[in-house]
């Protein structure tokens, strides 16, 4: 009797315990719907809903991974004004072209901060050369790099003199910031 009550012990325990992390990936209060933020971007990538949903609250961070940033700009009149003044671009559909080279939303308006912060020899097109081997919109030479790096190596080489640790988590907070303030356009 006593080896079964602690079987079934056991058994309850161990039931328990395995519930635990799929509660945790239940509904959630803070993502409408329910599930979690990443269930519901993948549910979503690609749909008009993800980018939407760039434009307020919690759908901040879709917007910096976001890799159509022709919806996060259109819907965001105020980022994009803003990244028009850090790029040199002179109209949403250039940003639209340079944003579309790099990874990721995100890197793209870090990569535009790091360029006015540390005042980089040949502004964000050097920078964008050295990320992406494309030539930026307006720029007035052709990027003729093979090789992408990631910031912290286009720093490096740009700006030797600067730290790309620092200065890329300065960047990527910036941008997650230009992004958290201009939601509301």
Known sequence: MKRIFVTVMLASAAAWILAIPAAAQGRS?????GGSAAAGSMADSGTHR?????????????AMASTDPGS?????????????????ATSVTD??????????????VAAA????????????????CDMTTKTATGATSTCTNTTKMSLGKAIQTLDPKADPKS???????????????????
């Open 29 to 33: 209060q803070s993502h409408p719907g």
């Open 50 to 62: 993800n980018s939407a949903s760039a434009v307020g609250g919690h759908g901040s961070s879709n």
């Open 72 to 88: 996060v700009l259109e819907h965001n009149s105020n980022l994009a004004t803003k990244l028009e003044g850090l790029t040199g």
């Open 95 to 108: 940003l639209k072209t340079d944003a579309s080279a790099f990874k990721n939303f995100g890197q793209f």
């Open 113 to 128: 901060h790091v360029s006015k912060n540390l005042n980089i020899p040949g502004g964000f097109a050097a920078l964008m």
């Open 167 to 185: 200065e890329s988590k300065k960047a990527m907070n910036q941008a997650n910031q230009d992004i958290k303030d201009s939601s509301g356009s």
